[in-house]
């Protein structure tokens, strides 16, 4: 029995779905079930004169779907990211969780020790699939040591360090549950990047509205804000549909792809993030690379394309609205001000703050302060000294808690699936559309690299969350070229 063969029953019929899990029961049974619960449901509204029962009881329905079937697991993670990132930040005492902010921490801490549990304690299955993956447990190993170390000895905060390090959980579960349960090319892979599509779109569109919102209550230019956005997703998505223009041939799907990127491009510009208006454009280049000769000349003649198609309707829009005008102005002017450190308050902060930060690292270089520490730095803004739990240095963040040993455990894998990336993405007995993503992951990951210069990417999981598809995504694609080797090798056996 091959390899893939092995694996694919835990899609098919492993873990029961929902929809499997009802068609068992009888006609009568179902309608005694829907009948109970709506019973039940109103019951609980006649008793406390509330629709929380209901929310709370329906809320509980839909976890007991979620963490059934690892398609959804995964497809709910990325809902409640979602939501977590558009939902306005609650004004809370200490900056404290709101309770809406802690029930979706519940929700995914939930989904998160589900398949912990269920695959490590209750089938007594490795987590680890490859080394790159024993490197990354033992980074979280390390992790963990070094900070109760930093709890007992430094007093690091328990709180701020659970929830660091519920920040990274991501990175271990999410490629444990793809390469698990999800084929490369199968349906519940189409409905995963479905997801991750739709996700893209509901961030650029939310945040176009916000901002014109902003703009109508606006005095100055500065209160228009930037967009609320997974500055991630959009380049990510940026990424994909390049390497995808660089093999389509049918018109209207062209022309969406089009459409789409445009779309993608609006969320980049008003995201405001420097780092996304220099790494977008050379991950696109690299995704390109990555083709052949008449791939690269097709999807360079489509950028190219794109590029005078969003030149033109700037230039239209910037000539009959002054507003619009103003704000391209001054997307262009934040870019510009990139290469002035000496003359950017923001950029002179980072150096402030990593000046803070790097004397902190040289007084534990090797093992680190742990999670839940912080560093003195001086906020040139206000003139005063803080204390910074988190940095606009993801490369110093990683070194600052963990150490020297820490960083290696955590960038060896994150090297070795960017090099992997870079293989199958080249690897011809890959069909077209699995090489079309894994050229688009491969892109993303290097806007990754960029992001995490001046961002805090590796103490967010919703960045972390696009890594550990990515991750995932490669691991299956491996399984699948190791499962068709077996199969191509079997074959040729003497009977």
């Not at 969780?97 to 020790?113: D, M, N």
Request: proline fraction near 4%; charge should be positive; include cysteine.
């Amino acid at each position: 029995m091959t390899l893939l063969r092995r694996w694919r029953p835990a899609v098919a019929g492993g873990f029961p779905h929902m929809g499997d899990s009802l068609a068992i029961l009888t006609t009568r049974t179902q309608v005694l079930l829907g009948a109970g619960v709506i019973a039940v449901l109103l019951l609980s509204f006649l008793i406390t004169n509330s629709l929380l029962p209901i929310v709370g009881i329906l809320g509980l329905v839909v976890m007991w779907v979620i963490l059934r079937d690892p398609v959804y697991s995964i497809i709910g993670f990325i809902a409640i990211n979602v939501i977590i990132t558009l939902h306005p930040k609650a004004d809370t005492i200490g900056g404290a969780p709101s309770g809406f902010e802690l029930v979706l921490g519940f929700c995914l801490v939930s989904i998160i020790g589900y398949w912990i549990f269920r695959i490590r304690i209750f089938e007594w299955s490795s987590l680890s699939e490859s080394p790159v993956q024993i490197s990354l447990m033992l980074f979280f190993v390390w992790s963990i040591l070094v900070t109760i170390g930093g709890v007992i000895l430094n007093q690091n905060s328990p709180a701020i360090a659970v929830r660091e390090l519920l920040n990274l959980l991501p990175l271990l579960i999410m490629p444990v549950l793809y390469v698990r349960f999800i084929i490369p090319g199968s349906k519940a892979e189409n409905w995963l990047f479905a997801s991750v599509l739709f996700s893209g779109c509901l961030f650029v569109i939310g945040s176009v509205f916000q901002i014109r919102s902003n703009i109508v209550q606006a005095y100055y230019l500065f209160q228009t804000g930037k967009g609320t956005i997974d500055i991630t997703l959009a380049p990510f998505i940026i990424a994909i549909i390049v390497s995808y223009l660089m093999v389509e041939k049918q018109p209207w799907r062209i022309r969406a792809a089009i459409l789409l990127i445009l779309l993608e491009a609006t969320g980049v510009a008003i995201s405001l993030s420097r780092n996304s208006y220099v790494a977008t454009p050379i991950a696109s280049m690299i995704v390109l690379s990555l083709g052949s000769w008449k791939e690269r000349k097709r999807g360079g003649r489509r950028i190219l394309l794109i590029a005078g198609i969003a030149s033109v309707a700037v230039i239209i829009m910037m000539h009959f609205s002054r507003i619009l005008s103003l704000l391209v102005k001054s997307y262009l002017h934040r870019l510009v001000t990139t290469q002035r450190l000496g003359h950017d308050l923001a950029l002179r902060e980072r150096l402030a703050e990593w000046s803070g930060e790097w004397f902190a690292i040289k007084q534990s270089p090797i093992v680190g302060h742990g999670f839940g520490s912080s560093f003195r730095a001086f906020d040139l803004g206000r003139g005063v000294h803080t204390w910074m739990n988190f940095s606009h240095s993801s490369y110093l963040y990683i070194i600052f808690k963990t150490g020297i040993i820490g960083t290696l455990l955590f960038f060896i894998p994150f090297f070795t699936f960017l090099y992997n990336g870079f293989k199958l993405a080249r690897t011809k007995s890959l069909p077209d559309r699995s090489r079309i993503v894994a050229r688009g992951c491969v892109g993303a990951l290097i806007i990754l690299l960029f992001a995490a210069y001046l961002g805090p990417v590796f103490d967010s999981k919703t960045d972390l969350m696009w890594v550990g598809l990515i991750w995932g995504y490669f691991l299956a694609l491996e399984r699948q070229i190791h499962a068709n080797a077996t199969d191509l090798n079997t074959s040729f056996l003497p009977i």
